[in-house]
């Protein structure tokens, strides 16, 4: 998940969700929160997976709104 840049829970804590997150760091790199987006198991989670690139610039956009500097 580190590689990729976000992380998938694929029905892990409720059996109708899946949801994908990534990291909101601090200015010293620490992962302080996160952001992600969450649907219901009837859609597909390879269609989930295709706004990862928009969740991962939300988060670093963020990220750096708190200093955070790659």
């Known amino acids: 998940s580190r590689r990729r ?3 998938i829970d694929d029905r892990e ?3 109708f969700i899946h949801c994908i997150g990534a990291p909101i760091r601090s200015a010293t790199g ?3 929160g ?3 987006v969450t649907a219901v198991t009837v859609t597909p989670l ?4 295709t706004m990862a690139p928009e969740l991962r610039q939300a988060a670093e956009n963020i ?3 708190l200093g955070w500097n790659p």
Request: charged residues 30%; negative net charge.
């Open 5 to 7: 840049g976000y992380t």
């Open 13 to 15: 804590h409720e059996d």
């Open 30 to 32: 620490q992962a302080i």
């Open 34 to 36: 996160a952001v992600s």
């Open 46 to 49: 390879e269609e989930l997976e």
């Open 63 to 65: 990220s750096r709104a």
